[in-house]
Every structure is written in C-alpha cells, then in structure tokens.
C-alpha cells in the first residue's frame, strides 16, 4: 500500500529537516513524501539536499499571494499517487512505527475512510509557554465540534477527498480565516458519514512546536477566529444545522464568560468575541470562492500528471539529441 505524505513548509528549515528524516527513518518504507514550500528563499530546499536523490522525495513550491498551508496541502494531494494521503505538519517527528500502523489500520478495515492520530508534546515549562498537543477526542460524531482532532496527524483515503472535496483553501494559517483548516476538514468528514477512527497509538511529536506565552496568546485567539470562520463557510454553504449550533453554543459560552469579565478576567470574552467575529467573516465570503471540490481535486491531479508526463517527453527527446 503506497502511501504519499504531504509536508506544507514556511520558513523553518531546521525543523522541516527534522520532520522528514523522521519519515525516512519509518519502519514501513512504500512511501512517497511531498514537500510544498511556501517559503520566500531556498534555504529549506537546500537543507534537505541529503533526500533530493532518493525517487521517492518531492519538492515543489507554492508562492500564491494570500494562500496558506491549505492550498500547499491541495498541491501536493493532487501532485501524489498513493491510495492512502498522510498529512502532517513541518514542526513534527513521526514515531518510527507511524507509518507501518497508519497502514495496519486501513488494511484491518476496507470501509474505514479517515484517522485522526495524536500529537504529542516533549517535555517543557508551562510557566514559560506552551506547546501544542492534542488527544484526537473519541466522541467525535455529525453533531458533536470536532475541535480535538489536530491536522498535524491526519491520514485518509484518496476516494474520501475525491467525494467530500480537499482542503478550505480559505481556512488555516497563511489564509484569510487565519487558522483551523484541519477543523474544516474534519467536521466535513464526519458530517458526510464516512467511516473514522480515533487512533493514539497514530503518534506524532511537536518537536519544535513551543511558543512563549506571548505567541501561544495569539494562537490561541487564531484558533478561536478560525474555528468561528469554519462555521460562518459551513453556514454559508447551506448547512444550516452547522451554524444553528454554533450560535447557540455561543450563547451559552457568553453568558459563562460575562461574570468571569466582570471580575477582571477578561480572557473568554475576548475569544467569544474572536469566534463571532470569525463567524461572521467567514459567512461574508463567497461559498464556492476557495473551497477545492473533488471534482477540481481531480483536475488538479490530471494536469500535474500530465505536466510530469511532458517533462520527462522534453528529457528523453534531449537524450535522444
């Protein structure tokens, strides 16, 4: 079973670096891994110079003004052939055994369509910052927020993208909504009742994940405008069940946030006002504007196979001359 890896990067060779040669270092070795660098240097493509000889490493570049990690993981989706797509991010390390269970999984269940792994965080002082990690929540359902699911360890069959459509390219971080693209994804997934799994022993590591406090406020306050964004698209959309229950979540968590205000903690109301907020803009946008369909996930394979196909035409014809 091919497996093709998707690596979105901005301007952290380092840890890219690190992300990769963990993929190498995998027990399952039928792989293909595709880095899309949205970086505006090289210094990424040069440090990963020790894998551009081996077939089954990718580089491409994806400079679109205004897109994020959500159009880079469209491109390489499309430029991939595997029948199982594992995305991760660039600041991770996979454990060795990621792969060889990712595969285990979809082998053991011929109907099972999509995996939410975990993230996990190495060692750190929370009194000086924070590092992201999430236990993918096991009460995941079509009426339940999946918001305990992290896009840093996601991994799913082709034929699932090729019906419920790729990646909001609006959502995540580098777009408009700023956050939240693997919020988007998986409250798509759920909601069209494909089979999943919640699988922590799927484990990978925020190596180089910490953020001071000042940097994990304002993640933290994306994360709020994104998530409300998700459900202002949803809406927009047509799923009216999405943004009914949004709203009437909201209301809840106002109320509860009002009295802490009152006494000087100032935090949830601030994040219930950045969710409306999101909501709100989020639903302005144009429904169809940036959201990629199977059916343009498709296109976008066909035009990057036949763009390989031209490339190696054009070589063989100069060896020929």
Sequence with gaps: MLVSIIVPTKQRPQALFDAVQSVFRSTYQNFELFVVDQSPDNASLQITAPF???PRFHYLFNRRPGFGAASSRNVGIAASQGEIIALIDD?????PDW???IVAEFSADPELDFIAGRL???PYDPDTGYTPEFEAWPYLSRWRFPLHASGANFSMRRRLLDRIGGYDEFCGPGSRLRASDDTDLCWRIVRSGARYKICPHIEVVHTHGFRSRDEAEALFARYQYGNGGNFGRFTRRGDLFAGAW?????V????????????GDRR???????????FWDGFRLSPDEGFVSGAQLRQMRDAARAAEVLLVARAEGNAND
């Design 52 to 54: 551009h000889t081996d």
């Design 91 to 95: 600041d991770i390390e996979v454990r």
């Design 99 to 101: 792969l060889e269970q």
């Design 120 to 122: 996990t965080a190495p």
């Design 246 to 250: 949004f709203l009437a979540r909201e």
């Design 252 to 263: 809840k968590l106002t109320f509860k946030a009002i009295p802490k205000a009152l006494r």
């Design 268 to 278: 949830e109301l601030f994040f219930a006002r950045q969710r409306l907020r999101g």
